[in-house]
């Protein structure tokens, strides 16, 4: 809609073609004065598309090929539109992939004769697509110097005591904990670790208090023994661009090695799941592992117990 020439200058506002002073009530309607040379023009504009789709006035020839004069208002509408459309096609993406999802999850409990898919949580999370490529050698020297310095610096300070059991780890909540962690781990192997990708850039993230607590739990070892440690789980094939640590069936390193990054994160997906499934009962999912908003993988979980993994959309999900 055409915003009112009254409104876009504090001076007497004017026609878009002549600038004729407009009388005011006029301005509050129309852009233009009463001469029928300035509506033809202007509507020739019109069919040119050499007006301004936000405020309607006619463009310069600089601005011609953007359809947006250079009013900063008029160049932060067009701004703002760009996200809400983004935004919308994003939202309008997640809901068809959701029910593609959630037809799937019919499909598949019903092929396979589960009974109550509904307690099946649907989760959308991403899927890593890799290609395994050899670790170039300045990556694990990188690494390796990397690690040097981080022992150095850990085997400096003092030695810091392991932590005890906790004493509540038998407790009802930490064993759902537990189980939902089982659950967790399924949908990253469903996954395959998309997120691992982020550790390319920063060593694994491991750091000094990863190595702190490595050194709490292995009071005994060298800085030499505990490089060695931490090298020789590095694999000779990773998944091209990503963790030192990332291969083709998961993490190269147990969790006590792990940097608390990658043992506390979860990706939105899963958080939503996480957060979703009820306080008792069975821990289900259906992880349906997406990229580029196309469904890669999909796995049915129910606590421990993987039902069903499948390297492609089982079934046509369309
Ligand atoms: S946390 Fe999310 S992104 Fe990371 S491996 Fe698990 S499912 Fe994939
Ligand atoms: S250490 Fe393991 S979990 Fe952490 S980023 Fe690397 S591959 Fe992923
Ligand atoms: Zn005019
Ligand atoms: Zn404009």
């Known amino acids: 809609m055409m915003a009112p020439v009254a409104s876009r200058s504090a001076g007497t506002p004017g026609c878009v073609i002549c600038h004729t002073p407009l009388p005011f009530r006029q301005?509050?309607?129309?852009?233009?004065?009463?001469?029928?040379?300035?509506?033809?023009?202007?509507?020739?504009?019109?069919?040119?598309?050499?007006?301004?789709?936000?405020?309607?006035?006619?463009?310069?020839?600089?601005?011609?090929?953007?359809?947006?004069?250079?009013?900063?208002?008029?160049?932060?509408?067009?701004?703002a539109d760009q996200a809400r459309e983004q935004h919308q096609q994003r939202m309008q993406q997640e809901r068809i992939l959701r029910e593609q999802a959630a037809r799937l999850r019919e499909q598949v409990t019903d092929r396979f004769g589960v009974r109550e898919p509904d307690t099946f949580q649907l989760a959308v999370i991403p899927a890593a697509v890799h290609r395994m490529t050899r670790l170039p050698a300045r990556r694990r020297r990188e690494f390796r110097e990397y690690l040097i310095k981080l022992i150095d610096r850990a085997l400096a300070l003092p030695l810091t005591p392991a932590v005890d059991p906790d004493p509540a780890a038998e407790s009802d909540s930490s064993l759902r904990e537990a189980r939902l962690q089982a659950a967790s781990n399924s949908a990253c192997a469903c996954c395959q670790g998309s997120c691992c990708r982020g550790g390319a850039h920063v060593h694994a993230f491991l750091t000094?208090?990863?190595?702190?607590?490595?050194?709490?739990?292995?009071?005994?070892?060298?800085?030499?023994?505990?490089?060695?440690?931490?090298?020789?789980?590095?694999?000779?094939?990773?998944?091209?661009?990503?963790?030192?640590?990332?291969?083709?069936?998961?993490?190269?390193?147990?969790?006590?090695?792990?940097?608390?990054?990658?043992?506390?994160?979860?990706?939105?997906?899963?958080?939503?799941?996480?957060?979703?499934?009820?306080?008792?009962?069975?821990?289900?999912?259906?992880?349906?592992?997406?990229?580029?908003?196309?469904?890669?993988?999909?796995?049915?979980?129910?606590?421990?117990?993987?039902?069903?993994?499948?390297?492609?959309?089982?079934?046509?999900?369309?």
Not at 53 to 73: K, M, N, T, W, Y
Not at 229 to 241: D, H, K, N, Q, S
């Open 208 to 318: 000094l208090d990863t190595l702190r607590r490595y050194r709490a739990l292995h009071p005994d070892q060298s800085s030499r023994q505990i490089l060695a440690a931490y090298l020789r789980r590095v694999g000779g094939e990773t998944c091209e661009g990503s963790c030192v640590y990332h291969r083709a069936d998961g993490c190269g390193l147990p969790r006590e090695m792990r940097a608390d990054t990658c043992n506390d994160f979860y990706c939105n997906g899963l958080r939503e799941f996480r957060a979703r499934v009820p306080a008792t009962g069975s821990i289900r999912g259906f992880f349906v592992a997406t990229a580029d908003d196309k469904i890669i993988r999909a796995a049915l979980v129910d606590e421990e117990r993987m039902l069903l993994a499948s390297s492609a959309p089982p079934v046509d999900a369309d």
């Open 27 to 79: 301005a509050q309607t129309s852009k233009l004065c009463s001469r029928a040379d300035c509506h033809w023009h202007y509507s020739l504009l019109q069919k040119q598309n050499k007006i301004c789709r936000i405020c309607s006035r006619p463009l310069s020839i600089q601005d011609g090929f953007r359809g947006v004069c250079a009013a900063p208002e008029c160049r932060r509408a067009v701004v």
